[in-house]
């Protein structure tokens, strides 16, 4: 049975398989994507709501910083809740 939905957003495709591959384990719908431009059309193509939005911080193809995905596309997926991630330290410690 599952869960909820959750939709992965990162541009490192090994980070990406990892995730997918736990959140799968544990009976989440897990579509995925590689990029923002990728992640907003499969949102659109995703049935039922997405309960998750786990995301890259800094995704190639997205204008300005992906904090703002919970604001800029949470109405439209009717996004329950937004989790970033983030892989650089630098962008950690600010």
């Avoid at 907003?40 to 300005?64: N, R």
Wanted: with cysteine; aromatic share 4%; glycine share 6%.
């Amino acid at each position: 049975m599952m869960l909820e939905t959750i939709l992965v957003v990162d541009d490192d495709k090994m980070v990406l398989k990892l995730v997918v591959a736990i959140l799968e384990r544990a009976n989440f719908r897990v579509p995925s994507a590689d990029g923002g431009a990728n992640a907003i059309k499969l949102a659109e193509e995703t049935e039922g709501p997405i309960h998750l939005l786990l995301s890259e911080v800094d995704l190639p193809q997205m204008p300005g910083p992906c904090r703002r995905a919970d604001t800029a596309y949470g109405q439209s997926w009717k996004l329950v809740r937004f989790l970033p991630s983030c892989g650089c330290p630098a962008l950690i410690m600010d």
